[in-house]
């Protein structure tokens, strides 16, 4: 399974930013996935996740009502929509997938599968 984020990029507090990430495959309608982001000399953290058919999702305390997952399993690929960014959002962004069920699922160290990580910056 390869997966390539996109759609990072450099913006002002309070903007919007749409990630991407399309993944390799064709049993993407099987995958849990999820975003996690990495911050400078920070460890990497769990941002949000989603099941493999949609029906479930996750979040990070940090982002819930502000960020929301979804996918598109006919194009291979989930989202990340983000409203209302801080300068702490500030970080690189990773996708990453494991096969199956996955519960909970912010659990990084059971995605087997990690995208390249594209960058956020959120200027105050």
């Known amino acids: 399974v390869q997966l390539q984020a996109s759609g990072g990029g450099l913006v002002q507090a309070g903007d919007s930013l749409r990630l991407s990430c399309v993944a390799s495959?064709?049993?993407?309608?099987?995958?849990?996935m999820a975003w996690f982001r990495q911050a400078p000399g920070k460890e990497r953290e769990f941002v949000a996740a989603?099941?493999?058919?949609?029906?479930?999702?996750s979040y990070a305390d940090s982002v819930k009502g502000r960020f929301t997952i979804s996918r598109d399993n006919a194009k291979n690929t989930v989202y990340l929509q983000m409203n209302s960014l801080k300068p702490e959002d500030t970080a690189v962004y990773y996708c990453?997938?494991?096969?199956?069920?996955?519960?909970?699922?912010?659990?990084?160290?059971?995605?087997?599968?990690w995208g390249q990580g594209t960058e956020v910056t959120v200027s105050s």
């Open positions: 990453a997938a494991v096969i199956g069920t996955l519960r909970p699922m912010n659990q990084r160290d059971e995605y087997d599968y």
């Open positions: 495959g064709r049993t993407f309608g099987t995958y849990t």
């Open positions: 989603i099941s493999w058919s949609g029906s479930r999702t």
